[in-house]
């Protein structure tokens, strides 16, 4: 089948064609308006979502050289994200399946940064363990079939993109900071500096308080010398990230352990954060487990993911009708 999919769920317009499992294109419009803000914008994202969709969509047949004829089933972006901005890719989902008679595929975002995994030659194999850190979500998840996924543990406040975000807008990086505290802690010293780690029970994570450790120690350094975080900018970023890291990695671990599971994977955003990676396929070379995690276009959001998220559900016939709204909260 040829399935045309479209997320929009933030401040991604992201548009991909897929033709029996292979992805042959997948565009993405990034929204730079909400830079001058320090975060995204609701009402702005839906309103470059409204600009950005048909270009992005017209591009990806392109790029895919797939006429709108060839389309069998179009699948979207239902949910989790900001309602606004998901209207938009949702209405076209829909107004396009209904002007060609194609059937519509809802799929869940968090699901599809999982099942990004399936779009590599090199696939997991079911049951695996997933670490899903982005934006708004941190959860660990056993994946037990395409659409069985049990969530064991998640945040019980910030995400772990929420936490990098915050900690360079502490560090007056600009937003988004994630990447940023990532390239800085390539040239700085990860032992630096010492941030606590939460005592969570179980496979629970917390990131609030080290955002406010974190937030008391700039405080505390720069009133002594209000140039610290200047000159130490690389070295703090690479305390934090590897922080990050290993409270995300040592959860995952026991997850793995107690579960006897013996294939990890990467999922969200954060995913793409060198140390992170880099932590992980330590983690499993030390343990001999396997080790998968998505090409850096598939980290972040895109319609790739979506797209074959809705190859296995073109398979299974799994079709929504029109009177499909777009979900905000949506749990799997
Ligand atoms: P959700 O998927 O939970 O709805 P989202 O779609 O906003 O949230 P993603 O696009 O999956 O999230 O991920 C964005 C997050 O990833 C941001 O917090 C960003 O800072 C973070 N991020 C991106 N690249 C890196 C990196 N190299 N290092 C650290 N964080 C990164
Ligand atoms: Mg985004
Ligand atoms: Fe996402």
């Avoid at 696939?123 to 037990?144: N, R, Y």
């Avoid at 008391?216 to 130490?232: A, S, T, W």
């Avoid at 305390?239 to 994977?265: C, G, H, M, P």
Wanted: charged share 20%; net charge neutral.
């Amino acid at each position: 089948p040829v399935i045309l999919a479209i997320e929009s769920s933030c401040d991604e317009t992201s548009a991909s064609v897929c033709v029996n499992g292979q992805i042959l294109s997948n565009v993405i419009a990034n929204q730079t308006i909400h830079e001058a803000y320090g975060g995204v914008v609701p009402e702005l994202a839906s309103r470059v979502h409204q600009q950005n969709i048909v270009p992005a969509v017209q591009q990806a047949l392109s790029n895919a050289k797939v006429s709108k004829n060839d389309i069998d089933a179009v699948a979207f972006t239902r949910g989790p994200g900001l309602l606004g901005s998901l209207l938009v890719g949702v209405s076209f989902a829909k107004a396009f399946a209904l002007a060609r008679n194609l059937p519509l595929i809802e799929v869940n975002h968090m699901q599809a940064h999982i099942l990004a995994h399936f779009i590599a030659d090199k696939k997991p194999s079911f049951p695996f363990m997933c670490l899903t850190v982005s934006g708004g979500h941190t959860q660990i998840v056993l994946v037990k079939d395409y659409f069985d996924m049990e969530i064991i543990g998640q945040t019980m406040d910030d995400a772990a993109g929420e936490a990098m975000d915050k900690t360079s807008k502490i560090l007056g990086l600009p937003y988004p900071g994630g990447p940023l505290i990532d390239k800085n802690a390539r040239n700085g010293n990860p032992d630096a500096y010492k941030f606590p780690e939460p005592q969570i029970p179980g496979f629970d994570f917390s990131f609030s308080g080290l955002k406010t450790s974190i937030l008391y120690f700039i405080r505390d350094n720069v009133g002594k010398n209000p140039n610290f975080v200047q000159e130490n900018m690389n070295d703090i970023c690479a305390s934090v990230e590897k922080r990050i890291a290993t409270i995300l990695l040592n959860k995952l671990k026991r997850a793995a352990l107690q579960y006897n599971i013996k294939e990890l994977a990467l999922a969200g955003g954060v995913s793409a954060n060198t140390g992170l990676r880099l932590g992980l396929q330590q983690l499993c070379a030390e343990n001999g487990w396997g080790c998968f995690i998505p090409k850096f276009e598939y980290c972040t959001d895109n319609a790739a993911m979506i797209a074959i998220a809705g190859y296995y559900k073109y398979l299974k016939k799994d079709f929504v009708g029109q009177d499909v709204a777009p979900m905000a909260r949506m749990i799997f």
